[in-house]
């Protein structure tokens, strides 16, 4: 017999008793706020269609997660075996002279045989919330009832209450922003709006595979392409390549966007003349742009960005310090998002200089900054959000969207810049019914933190009451215009 799946009502508060006591009264108020889901990266196309399935425990948990699949792999346990899709290459997908697994079951066994490696890990915290709150699952998943649980999860993905629709609002999302490439046609979006059902799904504009020159050799081009082809302005110059960005960016905005997004290696900014900008990008268009180039190209497109949120008031995030596809075999084999993005230091105060000084002072630009260097955080981020009217710092990311980088992040940013200069919470994930267990986690952190201010005499309850609801829904709501 299998172990029971074990969420205590004060989980991850701390244990000092009168602490926990504050805070289990702060968590009760905001436990059952609607969920502000103002940045991520889940389908859109899961909603177009009122009908849209999941398909397997394997489809849903597995095989498009790569915060489950990189583990595995870390493990020695190759991709194929989890199903993950192979990058056409005009040729059957093999390895090792067999085929990727298509046997979702096998996955699904191969997942639980292993699934102690995610013991005291975030995804692992995910996962049982997922099994036991959203399926019902009550056993610990191991090798021996792994087929049992599927069957189980499975049954359950068959209902109609399981649908992607009924989940969002069984999850009670009262608003969620997609991640749409800058030539993206938002057909799904439009089929959510033209199918009549009432909740609020939104893209966000991200324009990376067309503004940064150093994408693999060919994708530059064809994106441009594709840029020229939805916005209808033919693209030969840099003066077009700005027209095509601000039409697509209206059209987002008149689709439902509030926010742009960004990613690039270093947050370096810099201001180019238009002669200089339109000579690199037709450098890039004869394919002959260098390193030096692209850097310096996407220093300038940042603070054209900037510019451009001011104009149209577009939220702006920077999300940066992503060495992505580190792991070259996996990025032949698999392509993009495949877990061997890795974080670099990462420098904000220089390399920002020039856009804040430029536009770092008008409150009509609202720039969002996230991290991956944590070293950043009391020395740079927390100083510049507590200057800038235009910043506002963003929870934190990705490796550190877990308690302890939570707790840290109170620890470091919120004595200088202050909660109310921060964006409050975004769970930043593809796996959608990941998503209430990432606000829970959140909102569990933020009381225990608030709990120890009042234990300590910070703040009065009171006022531990008003930031625990800003903290959970107030502070993404108003930082991304929602």
Not at 50 to 70: E, T
Not at 78 to 105: F, K, M, Q, W, Y
Not at 308 to 323: A, E, K, R, T, Y
Not at 377 to 387: D, K, N, Q, S, V
Request: hydrophobic residues 40%.
């Amino acid at each position: 017999m299998s172990d029971e799946i074990i969420l205590p009502d004060d989980r991850y508060l701390g244990p000092d008793a009168r602490q926990k006591e504050i805070a289990l009264q702060l968590y009760a108020q905001v436990k059952d706020l609607p969920l502000i889901c103002p940045h991520g990266h889940v389908d859109p196309r899961l909603f177009a269609d009122p009908n849209y399935s999941f398909g397997s425990p394997a489809d849903l948990l597995i095989i498009p997660d790569h915060y489950v699949f990189r583990m595995l792999y870390s493990q020695g346990i190759p991709l194929e075996n989890l199903g993950v899709p192979r990058v056409a290459r005009g040729e059957r997908s093999r390895t090792n002279g067999g085929e990727i697994e298509r046997d979702h079951r096998k996955i699904w066994q191969t997942f639980a045989d292993n699934y102690y490696l995610f013991r005291g890990t975030p995804t692992g915290v995910w996962l049982a919330y997922e099994l036991r709150v959203i399926f019902g699952v009550k056993e610990q998943l191991t090798r021996d009832n792994a087929q049992k649980i599927y069957d189980e999860i499975a049954a359950k993905l068959a209902l109609p209450e399981f649908r992607p629709r009924k989940m969002f609002e069984q999850f009670k999302i009262e608003v969620m922003a997609t991640t749409d490439a800058a030539a993206d046609p938002l057909d799904h979006h439009r089929a959510i709006r033209a199918s009549g059902w009432q909740a609020r799904i939104v893209p966000t504009f991200r324009p990376d595979a067309v503004v940064n020159l150093d994408a693999p050799a060919g994708a530059w081009r064809k994106n441009i392409d594709a840029l020229s082809a939805v916005s209808g302005i033919a693209i030969t110059n840099y003066q077009s390549l700005i027209s095509a960005l601000e039409n697509r960016r209206a059209y987002f905005k008149q689709m439902g966007a509030t926010a742009t997004d960004h990613a690039a290696l270093t947050p370096y900014t810099n201001e180019l003349s238009k002669s200089e900008a339109n000579t690199i990008f037709r450098r890039a268009l004869r394919g002959r742009a260098s390193a030096e180039d692209a850097a310096r190209f996407t220093g300038h497109m940042l603070m054209e960005m900037a510019r451009m949120s001011i104009d149209d008031g577009l939220v702006m995030q920077l999300h940066p310090g992503s060495f992505r596809n580190h792991n070259a075999i996996i990025f032949q084999r698999f392509g993009l998002d495949k877990g061997c993005d890795i974080p670099t230091p990462t420098e904000y105060t220089r390399y920002l200089y020039p856009l804040l000084n430029k536009y770092g002072n008008d409150p009509r630009l609202s720039l969002i900054l996230f991290t991956l260097d944590e070293t950043t955080y009391a020395r740079e981020l927390a100083p510049l959000a507590g200057h800038y009217p235009a910043v506002k710092l963003g929870p934190p990311w990705w490796f550190h969207d877990s308690l302890n980088g939570m707790a840290r992040y109170f620890d470091q940013v919120m004595e200088t810049a202050g909660i109310y200069n921060t964006a409050g919470f975004n769970d930043d994930t593809r796996a959608f019914p990941s998503i209430p267990a990432r606000h829970d986690v959140w909102r569990r952190a933020s009381v225990n933190w608030l709990a120890g201010l009042v234990g300590r005499g910070f703040i009065g309850r009171n006022e531990a009451e008003e930031m625990a609801r800003a903290l959970a829904y107030n502070l993404a709501k108003k930082a991304y215009k929602l």
